[in-house]
């Protein structure tokens, strides 16, 4: 399986292939290139979860792609998990030196 398809297949919604493309570039991933579930592998996913948290639902004649406030709060935790497990924070905090930081 091929980088791009195995982020593709964490979630039905369509995902632009530019999307995969530049996650794949800011993590040092080739989209063409066999899978090796690493490092990079799974900040890019963490991203895609994120970028997912934000996506618009979609419409297109009878078929529906939504997702709910707990699910993008879910795929924000899920996101923020892999952050914190290789050290990223995913800039989930926000203030400044001396104040007490509020969680996005």
Do not use: H
Request: aromatic share 10%; glycine share 10%; with cysteine.
């Amino acid at each position: 399986m091929k980088v791009g398809e195995a982020i593709q297949a964490l979630t039905n919604y369509p995902i632009p292939g530019g999307t995969i493309d530049l996650v794949c570039a800011k993590r040092g991933l080739v989209s063409t290139a066999e899978v090796s579930f690493n490092r990079s592998f799974n900040l890019a996913k963490a991203d895609i979860y994120l970028w997912l948290s934000k996506a618009p639902n979609i419409r297109e004649q009878e078929v529906t792609i939504s997702f709910t406030e707990a699910e993008r709060n879910a795929l924000k935790r899920d996101a923020n998990s892999i952050y914190d497990e290789y050290g990223e924070g995913g800039g989930g905090k926000v203030g400044y030196v001396g104040e007490n930081f509020n969680s996005i």
